[in-house]
């Protein structure tokens, strides 16, 4: 049986890798050029379009930056893919869009899954993605033989859109961490404390987070910001997150939408931006240096 993986970006590049060994594929991605290279390079075949699907796909994966893309993408399917096809949407999509899709797909007897993705490229590349999928319980067990290549911890969250509702709600606690450590090493630095030593200081106590132990020290330390997850993609789930708790109180939240927004206005409105970036941006507005001159003491 085909699967369709569509979307070859930072995420689909190497998730395609993982899942493609052994397995019927094809691929397709609006770069042709990058589509055509990875085909190659994993014995997959490349699709020139989505206007003419072949017959016998029985999976599609989607991994897409929005949800206006997805919907776009899953119209195309609709039409054409044969009733018992699976779709597999493993992009940050909007939970109300994704239930759309999916009572859409049903009508088509079409089966549509969410299963949203956490752990960035360096999780991708060794197929030890975190998943959280949503979807009717059929569905998701069928979805489950396509995943188990992808991740190492599938998490069952509900019914369709509350793994996209769950993966936001992830990203706005991860987009918290990262510009509240951010703050925290800026005033500790104000005091005379090296960023490197305060680091430690947080990573052995209660403070502790992904981010400080991940990310701090592997793309903001030494200054690189290269964590392969881009602010306006940050900026997308946390506004996802934001949405979802409409009605609600949630303060945290709403400084946490105000501080990405100002980071990537004060950065530059246009340039690209990792998501790491928004420690920079506080680096900037506080005139504080981070960058640890004590390097050895920053824990990989």
């Not at 991605?29 to 020139?48: F, H, I, P, T």
């Not at 796909?57 to 054409?80: G, H, K």
């Not at 975190?130 to 969250?157: C, F, N």
């Not at 709600?169 to 991860?174: F, G, H, T, V």
Request: glycine residues 10%; negative net charge.
């Amino acid at each position: 049986m085909t699967t369709l993986f569509i979307g070859l970006g930072k995420m689909g590049d190497p998730m395609v890798r993982r899942y493609a060994p052994g397995r019927d594929v094809l691929l397709y991605d609006v770069d042709a050029a990058a589509s055509g290279a990875l085909a190659s390079a994993v014995g997959a075949r490349a699709l020139a379009g989505l206007d003419a699907l072949p017959a016998g796909i029985r999976t599609v994966i989607l991994m897409l930056p929005n949800s206006r893309i997805v919907e776009s993408v899953v119209e195309a399917l609709l039409a054409q893919l044969e009733p018992g096809a699976l779709v597999i949407d493993m992009g940050s999509s909007e939970p109300a869009s994704t239930q759309r899709l999916a009572a859409q797909a049903a009508a088509a007897k079409i089966a549509f899954v969410d299963a949203p993705v956490s752990g960035g490229v360096a999780k991708a590349s060794i197929g030890e993605l975190s998943i959280m999928v949503g979807g009717l319980a059929a569905d998701r067990e069928r979805a489950m033989e396509h995943l188990a290549p992808l991740g190492t911890r599938i998490t069952v969250v509900g019914p369709s859109g509350s793994g996209h509702a769950a993966k936001a709600l992830n990203n706005l606690l991860s987009a918290t961490n990262l510009a509240a450590a951010a703050e925290i090493f800026t005033v500790a630095r104000s005091f005379g404390i090296d960023a490197a030593v305060m680091l430690d200081v947080v990573n052995s106590s209660t403070g502790r987070s992904q981010a400080t132990e991940v990310k701090y020290a592997k793309h903001v330390l030494n200054g690189t910001f290269d964590s392969g997850f881009s602010l306006d993609l940050m900026r997308k789930d946390v506004a996802i997150a934001q949405a979802l708790g409409a009605g609600m109180s949630t303060p945290i939240t709403d400084t946490t939408v105000g501080v990405l927004a100002e980071a990537r206005r004060v950065l530059g409105d246009t340039v690209p931006l990792d998501h790491t970036e928004v420690v920079r941006y506080v680096e900037v507005v506080n005139q504080v240096e981070l960058r640890s001159e004590l390097e050895g003491a920053v824990h990989v």
